[in-house]
């Protein structure tokens, strides 16, 4: 039998839908080192967050280049966005832990520059994403941009995404986890940086409901 979910929105409203997901989830995210299956690994070794536990995830699109020396931690803090996404973390530290990841692990090139990754690579490293899902059972994850989140809302048969422009986040509830759409921090931070406050506050409001479920 097909399993169900029941999808909650900010506006409070709730409908229960099929999907049909894939729960068999055979791989460890320490896999995804050698997992070899799209090929992006020769650009670069995987991004990965080190964290033993997560209450919160937060999931970008693919990893970003890094030099010898730099801590290869997905949306890291001294990017832009991983900057955007401590400061949201600010308040909330004392009661949840976070996680850090990509859809896509390795660094996508085109003759040497980064690119978007494609939907094929994406599917190749969807089973890494599941992993870390199975192992760490986060209660939230965050979807940065439209991207990542019409990507994974789709393998759960979700097929449309909006964003409000006044931060009011849809949720989906999928088995014990609530996935969050949400506008990318670099979309914040270069069309919405006057409203970076009210974004953060709808980001903690959002966790606060969401954990009171």
Request: charged share 20%; aromatic share 12%; with cysteine.
């Given at each position: 039998?097909?399993?169900?979910?029941?999808?909650?929105?900010?506006?409070?409203?709730?409908?229960?839908?099929?999907?049909?997901?894939?729960?068999?989830?055979?791989?460890?995210?320490?896999?995804?080192?050698?997992?070899?299956?799209?090929?992006?690994?020769?650009n670069?070794?995987?991004?990965?967050?080190?964290?033993?536990?997560?209450?919160?995830?937060?999931?970008?699109?693919?990893?970003?280049?890094?030099?010898?020396?730099?801590?290869?931690?997905?949306?890291?803090?001294?990017?832009?966005?991983?900057?955007?996404?401590?400061?949201?973390?600010?308040?909330?530290?004392?009661?949840?832990?976070?996680?850090?990841?990509?859809?896509v692990?390795?660094?996508p090139?085109?003759?040497?520059?980064?690119?978007?990754?494609?939907?094929?690579?994406?599917?190749?490293?969807?089973?890494?994403?599941?992993?870390?899902?199975?192992?760490?059972?986060?209660?939230?994850v965050?979807?940065?941009?439209?991207?990542?989140?019409?990507?994974?809302?789709?393998?759960?048969?979700?097929?449309?995404?909006?964003?409000?422009?006044?931060?009011?986040?849809?949720?989906?509830?999928?088995?014990?986890?609530?996935?969050?759409?949400?506008?990318?921090?670099?979309?914040?931070?270069v069309?919405?940086?006057?409203?970076?406050?009210?974004?953060?506050?709808?980001?903690?409001?959002?966790?606060?409901?969401?954990?009171?479920?």
């Amino acid at each position: 039998m097909m399993p169900y979910m029941t999808i909650f929105t900010g506006q409070l409203t709730s409908m229960t839908v099929k999907f049909s997901a894939n729960y068999d989830l055979q791989l460890n995210p320490s896999a995804c080192k050698r997992c070899n299956a799209c090929g992006l690994y020769l650009n670069q070794d995987p991004a990965l967050d080190s964290s033993a536990q997560a209450d919160i995830f937060w999931v970008g699109l693919s990893a970003v280049q890094f030099g010898e020396d730099e801590d290869r931690m997905p949306l890291a803090p001294d990017t832009r966005s991983g900057g955007l996404i401590e400061q949201a973390e600010q308040g909330l530290r004392s009661d949840f832990s976070f996680y850090r990841t990509n859809i896509v692990k390795c660094l996508p090139l085109n003759e040497g520059k980064i690119r978007y990754p494609a939907e094929h690579e994406m599917s190749k490293c969807f089973p890494n994403f599941e992993a870390e899902l199975s192992n760490l059972q986060p209660a939230i994850v965050f979807l940065l941009g439209k991207q990542v989140a019409t990507f994974v809302l789709k393998k759960y048969g979700i097929k449309t995404v909006t964003f409000d422009e006044n931060f009011d986040f849809s949720t989906f509830n999928i088995g014990n986890t609530c996935f969050v759409p949400i506008h990318h921090p670099s979309y914040i931070l270069v069309y919405k940086r006057k409203f970076i406050s009210d974004y953060i506050a709808a980001i903690h409001n959002t966790v606060r409901v969401a954990m009171a479920l």
